[in-house]
């Protein structure tokens, strides 16, 4: 799958849908260093494919990984900068959390943060298939056409 970008210059923020889930008591925050066994736990037992990549979010201060809570219990996670300089992901959120705004809100904690790094653009990763659509609605990012996986070429096992 190919990468897809951003044009962080052109988001804007979206009160509305934050104000909906602290309504509905899904708490959308920055992780803090004294969170990360908990979260790199959380992420181990239900995305073991994403575990590196956000064990890898509390090595930055502050920590590039934003955690979406309900009742104190982590349901999904967004990091950025990870993999490589103004990448954002990896991102998950539970099953039985989707289709309510949650990774969007995620989504877009970690695009600001970029943003507010100063970048321009981000890259979101070799996109899962299923995601484009969501990532074209959610924040406007097209496909950056090309016929590798990019960075992830040179995983271990793609080679």
Known sequence: MADMLV???????????FARLQKEKVRVRRALPPDRDQIVAFVQE??????AE?????????????????????????CYEVTAPDFFGPTAVLQSHRRRGIGRALLLQCLFALKELGYAYAIIGWPATDAVHFYKTAVGATMIEE?????YRDMINQE
């Open 7 to 17: 044009k962080l210059f052109q988001l804007e923020p979206d009160t509305a849908l």
């Open 46 to 51: 239900n995305f073991p494919e994403f575990a």
């Open 54 to 78: 956000t064990a890898c979010a509390f090595s930055h201060l502050p920590v590039h990984c934003y955690i979406a809570t309900e009742a104190g219990r982590p349901v999904g996670f967004a």
């Open 147 to 151: 016929d590798t996986p990019g960075l």
